[in-house]
């Protein structure tokens, strides 16, 4: 994946989008509160038609303090970019991400006792917060997750006794002097190492790894299990949840994500394909099959299809950053829910309800199977989430306003604003709305990642990774 | 339009006949909501879920979500197709592929036989992969040697690491197979026109009779596979 930033230049300002009827595909207003303009920032990755499979990102996330962002894409390696510190003769370049650190995460793996080629694409990245001038993630493919320090060495010692400057070693007899080595600067060399080795412990494809509050433990959850694991500890894991039924034939349900809380370091989540979410405490018991709470809707009996199924099933859970409330994000929807109460969300934003007449079709090309991501941003008063056709919507729980942006290449002038988008549902299609059948299901924005803090965020969209900035902060 | 996905003409016209269906008793007005939808509509879903499933079941390690979601989803389109039918037992042998011909009462057989097969086989890739455990306790109580053979039905979709391709009673099933290729004689490194298969690992680790050699061989082939999972050196 080749780093691309966009040189500074002329900068072209659009108008604020004008005002639009309110309708399916969110409104013309600016969302994320106080008036937020998103503006495009930079792009990475190639630019190219043919986009090679192994470029495909599949994982992006900013660290605790938003100075690095990582991402992972299907070819098992990891990209991290570094914001730029801000610099007052330039201040166009008001943090601007370049790589710092790229390597190969994971590679493809055969498993000779099933016959399984194990795929090297990276499912999920977590930081772990920082504790030394190191750096450490876990990264994640579908069976083994590993943890990576990433270093900076910018010393070298010159001078050792026992080998010379190419490193051979010197007799120590010929030795008639002693030297204490001294450290001289050097071109700046990040280095990544992998720490540990979390393998065999899960027979099912992993989908979600979060780090525990406790900065020590963390656990890992696939299809049917979810495991608890000690970061020091590699040989070892402990089951805290297992649905797998006595007899396969039973199986109805599977785990889609899972991920703790962000402060109770005893409590964690994890969502279903059925579209149910369980809260567990993990001092009730060793193993948390039986739920603390339980998060479910009741299905709307006039919606209800073929598919009400599929369409529920959560594909990410997030707890907000306050750990008040979680969201969950299903194929047409996103929800907030109080962990105070169960029975119902607190809110439902319609991402794309326009395709609830499409199921079919979606059915058929699969694409309703698609697992989208969604987050937070730092204060919890505003969601993103992706959708098809390259867009992306932000919904901001203050105001209730609601927005439709799109990552391409067109709107990729330095700082220019993004220009709010439409689908148009039926009936006349105004200037600036694209219709329904007119989308491209094969442009996912499947992640997404906003700034711990500040209003910057990245939106994956295939092989390119898009950084949007708030031109007013 | 919706791109990805070969499309036949037959299943363009069928696909529009869903749509309009879709529209309709998903209004929330109208008085059929609430009953089951015209069976012309059912039937090509009925069909597609079919082909999805078999297309999953013949990857090597199906998506397990996915798989579950097209389950549930043909147990639906089938409620709703034969609502007052229950689900019989699982005694007979599927009708597999060609599902398309029955697809009510025998495909209600039929798909139950297979999606508990198959389902049952997706255990026993597990099982493999455990300590060595007998095939036997993966399956349910009381399941007969009869079923046995829509196990079979599911291990040629499956795929050749799944099954225990020697057990007792499935040789037979084999006779138009040239077999000699899964004799012992596969595991002595020397031997010739041995297909580098890992495949035929899982088999060979069921048999009852390893000598000390074949026992090398297989840990070499074990210790091989823990080198490759040895973290890569730094400087990576």
């Known amino acids: 994946m080749t780093s691309s930033s966009r040189a500074t230049g002329i900068g072209r300002h659009f108008e604020k989008g004008k005002k639009s009827l309110p309708g399916a595909g969110g409104g013309g207003c600016p969302a994320g509160g106080n008036d937020f303009q998103w503006c495009f920032s930079q792009v990475k990755g190639a630019i190219d038609e043919d986009v090679a499979e192994a470029d495909i990102i599949s994982t992006v996330e900013f660290n605790y303090s938003g100075d690095l962002l990582a991402t992972g894409d299907k070819g098992g390696r990891v990209v991290i970019f570094q914001r730029e510190q801000e610099n007052k003769s330039r201040p166009h370049s008001r943090g601007e991400y370049n790589v710092y650190s790229t390597f190969q995460s994971h590679e493809p793996e055969f498993d000779y006792l099933k016959s399984l080629e194990i795929e090297e694409k990276i499912n999920k990245i977590r930081w772990l917060p920082q504790q030394n001038a190191a750096h450490f993630l876990l990264s994640t493919n579908d069976k083994t997750i590993k943890l990576w320090k990433i270093s900076e060495r910018d010393k070298r010692a010159e001078g050792y006794n026992l080998k010379d400057e190419d490193g051979r070693l010197r007799d120590p007899f010929r030795i008639t002097a002693l030297r204490v080595p001294i450290l001289k600067p050097m071109d700046l060399m990040v280095e990544a190492s992998p720490r540990r080795i979390f393998a065999n412990a899960h027979t099912y494809h992993i989908n979600s790894i979060s780090v525990n509050s406790d900065h020590e433990t963390y656990l890992s959850a696939d299809d049917l299990r979810i495991n608890l694991w000690h970061l020091e500890i590699t040989d070892r894991s402990f089951n805290i949840v297992d649905i797998k039924p006595a007899n396969m034939e039973e199986l109805t349900e599977v785990i889609t994500a899972a991920e703790f809380h962000p402060h109770q370091c005893n409590v964690f989540v994890y969502s279903s394909s059925k579209g149910t979410i369980r809260l567990c405490d993990m001092r009730s018991s060793a193993l948390c099959d039986r739920h603390s709470k339980f998060f479910e809707e009741p299905e709307d009996p006039s919606s209800r299809s073929f598919f009400s199924e599929i369409i529920s099933s959560i594909s990410d859970v997030k707890f907000s950053h306050s750990g008040r409330y979680m969201m969950s994000r299903d194929y047409l929807s996103v929800k907030v829910w109080d962990l105070n109460m169960e029975s119902r969300p607190l809110e439902t934003h319609q991402v794309h309800e326009y395709l609830r007449s499409k199921l079919c079709s979606l059915y058929e090309n699969d694409c309703i199977f698609d697992k989208f991501e969604c987050c937070w941003n730092g204060s919890d008063s505003a969601i993103m989430t992706g959708s098809y056709n390259n867009f992306f919507r932000m919904f901001d729980r203050d105001t209730r306003r609601d927005v439709t942006l799109e990552a391409s290449r067109e709107s990729s002038k330095p700082r220019a604003s993004l220009k709010p988008r439409k689908v148009c549902t039926g009936g006349k299609r105004k200037k600036d709305e694209i219709s329904v059948d007119s989308l491209d299901f094969n442009k996912k924005i499947l992640h997404t990642a906003w700034h711990p803090a500040d209003s910057v965020i990245a939106v994956a969209a295939t092989n390119n990774l898009y950084i949007f900035q708030d031109k007013i902060n | ?236």
């Open chain 2, 1 to 236: 339009m919706l791109s990805k996905g070969l499309k036949r003409k037959r299943e363009e016209e069928e696909e529009k006949e869903s749509l309009a269906v879709d529209a309709l008793w998903l209004d929330p007005g109208h008085a059929a909501v609430a009953q089951a939808p015209p069976t012309a509509a059912s039937s090509s879903l009925f069909d597609l879920s079919v082909i999805k499933l078999h297309h999953s079941l013949q990857q090597s390690e199906p998506d397990l979500r996915h798989l579950v979601l097209v389950v549930n989803t043909l147990r639906r389109i089938q409620a709703s197709m034969a609502p007052a039918a229950a689900l019989p037992p699982v005694p007979s042998p599927p009708a597999a592929p060609s599902m398309a011909d029955n697809l009510l009462a025998s495909s209600d057989a039929a798909l139950s036989a297979s999606m508990a097969s198959l389902l049952e086989d997706l255990s026993h890739i597990e099982g493999l992969s455990q300590a060595p455990q007998p095939l036997a306790d993966e399956g349910p109580p009381g399941r007969s040697i009869g079923g046995v053979a829509p196990s079979l039905g599911a291990l040629d979709l499956l795929g050749p690491a799944t099954g225990c391709l020697l057990d007792d009673g499935l040789e037979g099933l084999f006779e138009d197979i040239d077999t000699s290729m899964y004799d012992n004689e596969l595991w002595a490194p020397a031997s010739e026109g041995l297909k580098p298969g890992p495949e035929d690992g899982p088999g060979k680790e069921e048999a009852p009779e390893l000598d000390e050699a074949e026992l090398d061989y297989l840990m070499d082939v074990l210790v091989g596979t823990q080198a490759l999972e040895r973290p890569p050196g730094p400087g990576r």
